[in-house]
């Protein structure tokens, strides 16, 4: 046997294992963290919605400080953290030996998930970290957007650079928005093997969850490119921010309700993921 066959044979033997139980056990354990994490930032911001102004922020720090108040909190931290580092894991594993479906190996594809790899890798430390007592970084979202958008403003370019990035992530939530009112979804999950009731749940929790979700990625980024037009860090705003924006408008609270039920509904759809999802 020479050598190309010895090495096409260590390939098929690596990208067996990598989507062998492990990595499955992994991508259903963050989809289910990314549930749970969703689930409690759509709670708090219907409570916002309705008045009830809590002391946690609509935010990925609220929701961990929410949480970590619950009985159990400490481990229920831990679980959530060590979920997300399998969700990286998972990603990662997409990275190298490419996605599932016909166009999995594509570069496009590699670079998606290089991407979702490093922002979950990001997610997962900071949320290990405030599990450890050290406040997984510190900071609000608004206080991170508007301190980050205030140190790249001022590199060379970096007005550019923000608006870039600005733009980046506002076609990123019309995107995941679109996939989602599009059921695009419905490729990567066993939908055939779903009972009637449960595919309709499916798709309700999916169209609805996603389409929130990318309206607030969307609205985020357009906070950011009117901070990178203004010269103003300010006006960039993080999740807490963006959501509370939506109360703001003539449609009042009820957007905001709205919204955080999508959230809500996104999280719920996730769990669904994390049990059909072909990986």
Known sequence: MNASVLARNGRAS?????????????????????????????????????????????????????????????????????????????????????????????????????????????????????????????GSSDEQSRDVTAR??????????????AVGVVVAGLWIGGRAVLRSYRDKMRMGQMPPGVRRLVDFTGVAGGAARGLVFAAAGAFAVRAAVDYEPDEAKGLDDTLRSFADTPAGPGLLACVAAGLVLFGLFSFAMARWRKV
């Open 152 to 165: 790249v403003l001022e590199w060379p370019a970096g007005q550019w650079l923000v608006g870039a990035a």
């Open 14 to 138: 690596a990208e067996r294992a990598a989507r062998g139980s492990g990595t499955k056990w992994a991508a259903r354990a963050g989809l289910t963290a990314r549930g749970v994490i969703y689930l409690l930032v759509g709670a708090l911001a219907l409570q916002i919605a309705f008045g009830h102004e809590e002391r946690h922020q609509a935010d990925r720090q609220g929701a961990l400080a929410e949480l970590s108040g619950r009985p159990f909190g400490s481990v229920l931290l831990w679980a959530l953290g060590t979920g997300l580092v399998g969700m990286a894991l998972w990603r990662l594993s997409e990275l190298v030996f490419g996605s599932v479906g016909p166009e999995g190996r594509k570069a496009g594809k590699r670079l998606l998930a290089l991407v979702r790899c490093v922002f979950y890798a990001f997610v997962a430390s900071s949320v290990l970290a405030f599990a450890a007592g050290s406040g997984g970084g510190g």
